[in-house]
């Protein structure tokens, strides 16, 4: 894959947020936390790591997104799984 | 009145709802996740053609003013799927959740089907398949709810008796649907996307104040290998459909092209000769029963104790074997656990038992003291004295102390020219029997100790001395292993 800046990866994820999970687009801002902002649970959580991960082609440890809990921090870990994987 | 062509529109009208579950969208969801939809997961176990469904177009009774906001949620079927069906042309009850309607949670109406599901399944002893996918009680029915999971369980528990109940963790799997999973007989999960327990990461952070993550709290790893409430970890859904068939076939005979009279001279070679040296005990496991047919639940729990359902000249075993290779074979809490659970199982299924024994004792000490190594021991051999099969135990080497558990209650004992069958391990049994060594032996002290371990060692430390006491009935060649075994167990199904 190509590298990506943190403005395509902040679109891609909101794309799959706004479409996979049914949340409006205007509540999606980088600050954004998933269980607060987002209303998200566990379940959807293991559901958006699915998406995340297909749409960007890596594969990551469930745990390895433990401490992730704003679509921010979200972005910097798919930014850094790109550049370290490829 | 309306004609035929209305009333025909109304019926697809009707099915395609039916089908269509909590919305196609969602179900799109679902398969873009890579998971089935109820139907589909049915559909994907069960012969083609097969399934005759139930309460089809059953729907909840909540109107559109209740205020736990149900309406909106009406569709029929009401979050569960299930009915009878053939598997390899065996006949199944099987049911399904709907992650798409509720996420799978059960309310009342879906509840009432799942009961009448079970009383036909248990009024014809029939297996019961369960493809769990739920969020649990349907917590906006309240009582509703209560009542619903309470009448499932009460049949759950009562079917223990009479069915095989086997689940599939195809996804969430919480409270009520996680109680009903494990008081079932077999339950595997899929990596990546089943969860299993009791309470959520919601509440465990409201009560406990700690954020546990969802993997930690109920995933495959936890289950497999921790708790034993999972017999296998599957890939994917698929796998997990192959493997709920392979273990309804061991609920028949089967037809193997594998010579009961087979010689098993590599036997030999698999089993050192010195009790200190290990080996892999299902290695001993392949080379005595039917090519191919063995299938290990449990593996990652508990591993000093192997249990593996297979077939022993077409028809259905249970296999127990001390492991060497985990804690030198010794049985622990766990280990007596993971046994008397299976004996329950082999017990429903009407398989003779086959014990591989190799055991050093039970694992001394207080930790093993503090999980129960006390009552588990108990409970194992409970299971083994009320599982009413037959049980034919096979001493490979040692079978020593409180290990003894595993050939007390057998029907039939063979051994290897290598068993050794004591109350305590060599070095323990000559330290009793010779008494405390003196601190500064003299020579002749030490030469007269020497002389009576070697008497010691020549009248009790060899094949033999069980045999000819009478606990073990034959000893055997291991090429001739094979032909014993299945020998045993036919003249007790005969007897």
Not at chain 2, 125 to 146: F, H, K, N, Q, Y
Not at chain 2, 329 to 344: E, I, T, Y
Not at chain 2, 360 to 373: D, F, H, S, T, W
Request: with cysteine; charged share 25%; glycine share 10%.
């Amino acid at each position: 894959m190509p590298q990506l800046s943190r403005e395509e990866v902040l679109a891609k994820v909101r794309q799959i947020l706004a479409g996979d999970f049914s949340i409006p687009p205007d509540k999606i801002a980088p600050a954004a936390t998933f269980r607060g902002t987002l209303g998200m649970d566990s379940l959807d959580a293991v559901d958006l790591i699915f998406f995340v991960e297909s749409a960007f082609g890596y594969k990551a440890r469930v745990h390895d997104y433990r401490d992730l809990h704003s679509v921010d921090s979200l972005v910097s870990f798919v930014l850094a799984r790109l550049a370290t994987h490829g | 009145m309306a004609d035929w062509d209305e009333l025909l529109a109304e019926l697809r009208a009707q099915d395609e709802r039916a089908d269509s579950g909590g919305g196609r969208a969602r179900q799109a969801r679902q398969r873009k996740l890579g998971r089935g939809n109820a139907r589909e997961r049915i559909a994907a176990l069960v012969d083609a053609g097969s399934f005759s469904e139930l309460g089809r177009h059953v729907l909840h009774a909540h109107a559109a003013d209740d205020d736990a906001g149900l309406a909106a949620h009406r569709h029929p079927g009401d979050g569960l799927v299930c009915g009878l069906a053939t598997v390899d042309g065996r006949p199944v009850a099987v049911y399904a959740h709907d992650p798409t309607v509720l996420r799978g949670a059960l309310g009342r109406a879906g509840a009432d089907k799942l009961c009448r599901l079970l009383d036909l399944a248990g009024e014809r002893r029939i297996p019961v398949v369960t493809l769990a996918d739920s969020d649990g009680a349907r917590i906006a029915e309240v009582l509703g709810a209560i009542e619903g999971y309470g009448a499932v369980i009460e049949r759950t528990i009562r079917l223990r008796r009479r069915s095989l109940q086997l689940t599939l963790a195809c996804g969430l799997c919480v409270g009520g649907a996680a109680y009903t999973a494990v008081l079932g007989d077999l339950v595997a999960m899929v990596e990546g996307q089943s969860f299993l327990f009791l309470t959520g990461d919601k509440v465990t952070r409201v009560v406990t104040g700690a954020e546990t993550a969802i993997e930690d709290l109920g995933g495959p790893p936890l289950h497999a290998k921790k708790t034993g409430a999972c017999h296998s970890v599957l890939p994917d859904e698929s796998a997990g459909f192959a493997w709920l068939r392979r273990v309804l076939a061991f609920t028949a005979p089967g037809a193997t092209a594998d010579p009961t009279d087979r010689p098993t001279p590599e036997l030999a070679a698999i089993i050192p000769s010195d009790a200190r040296k290990i080996y892999d005990v299902r290695r001993v496991i392949d080379a005595l029963v039917d090519a191919g047919s063995v299938e290990e639940l449990g593996a990652a729990f508990a591993p000093n104790l192997v249990t593996a359902l297979a077939r022993l000249g077409g028809r259905t075993v249970a296999i127990l074997a001390s492991q060497p290779q985990h804690l030198g074979g010794c049985l622990d809490a766990n280990a007596s656990r993971k046994g008397a659970d299976f004996l329950a199982l082999a017990g429903k299924l009407g398989a003779p038992v086959v014990t591989l024994v190799d055991v050093p004792g039970y694992l001394p000490g207080r930790k093993q003291e503090e999980e129960g190594v006390l009552p588990f021991g108990a409970r194992l051999l409970v299971a083994y004295g009320e599982v009413g099969t037959p049980r034919v135990c096979l001493v490979l080497r040692k079978s020593y102390g409180g290990g003894n558990v595993l050939s007390y209650t057998a029907d039939v004992r063979l051994a290897l020219p290598t068993a050794r069958v004591a109350p305590m391990g060599v070095d323990a049994a000559l330290e009793v029997a010779l008494g405390p060594e003196p601190e500064q032996p003299t020579d002749a002290e030490r030469e007269e100790r020497a002389r009576r371990r070697a008497e010691w060692l020549r009248r009790h430390d060899h094949g033999w001395a069980a045999a000819e006491g009478g606990y073990v009935d034959r000893v055997i060649d291991p090429a001739d292993a094979r032909r014993q075994l299945h020998l045993t167990v036919a003249s007790l199904l005969l007897a």
